[in-house]
């Protein structure tokens, strides 16, 4: 366990590179506003930084408060989604905005239990949210700093170990507790993102080399790989995940919604078999249990 000493410099060296190196986000600047640090936060759950950067600005010109977007219809934060996929994370946001203004009377609550019960917050997010939005010192475990801790701690640990979720969780609470713990989460997710990376470890610039289990370890060749992920259900060799952000686009462009068979046109399928059909009955029906779409008699919308 990395303690003591070693931690006041562990800290000190990850902090003072950050502070040279830092990563430039709209949610981190001085003047970030908690309601958009939140809608950055899930934003960012499936989603690049690069393109959350590029598009969170639009999105919140578009709903400039918790009360625009608890007013906003299920059209229109699609609508406003565009570019960031996974759109039922759309839907989720808008109906929390709409709990924090009924219960909360529109203030983001700091309370990690109440945040959790908030549509499309697991326990990530209402831990970053507590964190970033109001400096709550509690643990926040990304990919990132899951990556760096457990390098930090053994040289064998694979990038998605689990087993040392304990002694990480308590080597996260040992370096916040006399720091600010927004910027040191920030500098380990930098450091994960920029130099300790997945498949190559750039160990000769890290700020934490002199410290690290792994330190000039890390290479393709060597990284054990994570567990699988279950298999992607795809049609046609394309995952449906694409097929039904694809029929969302197509309902971006449609003033009145479209007919199935429209759909199934608009999306190749001119001429449908019952395999087909029943997919894309299959497609349908995952957008309208999310609350993305209904089907009225067989016409395709936005839901209310």
């Not at 190196?21 to 709209?26: A, D, L, M, T």
């Not at 259900?233 to 449906?240: K, L, S, V």
């Amino acid at each position: 366990m990395l303690l003591g000493k070693d931690t006041i410099r562990i800290r000190s060296a990850l902090l003072n590179w950050y502070g040279e190196n830092r990563r430039s986000y709209p949610w981190r600047n001085p003047d970030a506003t908690p309601y958009m640090v939140m809608v950055s936060e899930i934003m960012l759950q499936q989603t690049q930084a690069s393109r959350v950067a590029e598009l969170l600005p639009h999105f919140i010109n578009r709903f400039p408060t918790i009360q625009a977007l608890s007013d906003a219809s299920t059209a229109e934060v699609i609508m406003a989604w565009r570019g960031l996929g996974y759109n039922n994370r759309a839907v989720r946001l808008r109906d929390a905005a709409r709990i924090i203004v009924r219960d909360f009377d529109g203030s983001i609550p700091s309370d990690e239990f109440e945040l959790r019960k908030l549509p499309g917050f697991g326990n990530y997010t209402a831990a970053a949210v507590a964190t970033f939005v109001h400096g709550v010192k509690t643990v926040v475990i990304d990919v990132n700093i899951r990556r760096v801790g457990t390098r930090l701690l053994t040289k064998d640990a694979t990038d998605g170990e689990t087993s040392l979720d304990d002694t990480l969780t308590q080597l996260v609470r040992t370096f916040i507790q006399d720091a600010d713990p927004s910027e040191w989460y920030q500098a380990m997710m930098d450091l994960g993102s920029t130099i300790c990376k997945a498949r190559k470890a750039e160990c000769s610039v890290c700020p934490l080399q002199h410290y690290c289990a792994s330190a000039h370890s890390i290479t393709a060749s060597n990284v054990k790989p994570r567990e699988l992920k279950r298999r992607e259900q795809t049609f046609m060799g394309r995952p449906n995940r694409l097929w039904r952000g694809a029929l969302v686009e197509l309902l971006r462009s449609s003033s009145n919604g479209l007919t199935k068979n429209q759909a199934l046109g608009a999306l190749q399928f001119n001429t449908a078999d019952q395999t087909t059909c029943e997919w894309f009955e299959g497609i349908v029906d995952a957008l309208a249990r999310d609350g993305v779409i209904v089907d009225a008699r067989g016409r395709l919308r936005f839901a209310d």
